[in-house]
């Protein structure tokens, strides 16, 4: 028997949001598994890469776009957007005025990228991640309210929301999977 040929996807996924909720701590747990606290702010642009054997037949590059040093400036440009596939959303579950800043993001990236045309030019699906859950746990910040997370995600376009902890790695790999099969169903 002659099993089927390995198809392989290149996403691109862009990680947005305010300055420190936690974007490239995100992306460093998910791509290398480490965390740390040494705050160090890059700039320009950076990308990782992780490739998922998502099923016998399909792996998964995923291309994750950190922005960066550029967040004071509240939008991306187009270029930076340019193909990409996915997106996340991050705000800091301590910090209310970092979610304030959810809504901006969104815009920006439904405003400035599409769906290419295979897909038919639609939006990008975007999944909202409410990260340092770890210090809800330890008293900080107020409790998230599911139903209203639900709804806000409905009335602003969000594929989903989890709440993610880039120190204790959790749900970042569910958040990122829920992505994928998103994309991986468009195809
Ligand atoms: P960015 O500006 O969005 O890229 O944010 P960073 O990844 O640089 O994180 C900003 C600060 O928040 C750093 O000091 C991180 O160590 C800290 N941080 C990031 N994620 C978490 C988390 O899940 N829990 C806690 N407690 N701190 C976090
Ligand atoms: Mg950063």
């Not at 740390?36 to 890469?49: E, M, P, Q, R, W």
């Not at 792996?59 to 193909?83: C, H, S």
Request: with cysteine; proline share 4%; charged share 25%.
């Amino acid at each position: 028997m002659s099993r089927p040929p390995t198809r392989e996807y290149l996403y691109k996924i862009l990680v947005v949001g305010d300055l420190g909720t936690g974007k490239t701590s995100i992306i460093r747990r998910y791509v290398h598994n480490i965390f740390s606290t040494n705050y160090k702010s890059t700039i320009g642009v950076d990308f990782a890469l992780k490739v998922i054997q998502w099923s016998p037949e399909i792996i998964v590059r995923l291309q994750l776009w950190d922005i960066a040093g550029q967040e004071r400036f509240g939008n991306m440009t187009r270029v930076y957007y340019k193909e990409a596939l996915g997106a996340f959303v991050v705000y800091d579950v301590t910090r209310p005025q970092t979610f304030e800043g959810v809504t901006k993001w969104k815009q920006d990236l439904d405003s400035k990228v599409a769906l290419p045309e295979p897909w038919g030019g639609g939006r990008i699906p975007v999944v909202l991640l409410a990260n340092k859950s770890d210090l809800l746990q330890e008293g900080h910040g107020q409790p998230i309210n599911q139903l209203e997370m639900d709804d806000f995600c409905r009335q602003n376009g969000f594929a989903s929301w989890f709440d993610t902890s880039a120190k204790d790695n959790s749900n970042i790999d569910e958040a990122a999977r829920y992505l994928i099969q998103t994309i991986v169903s468009l195809e």
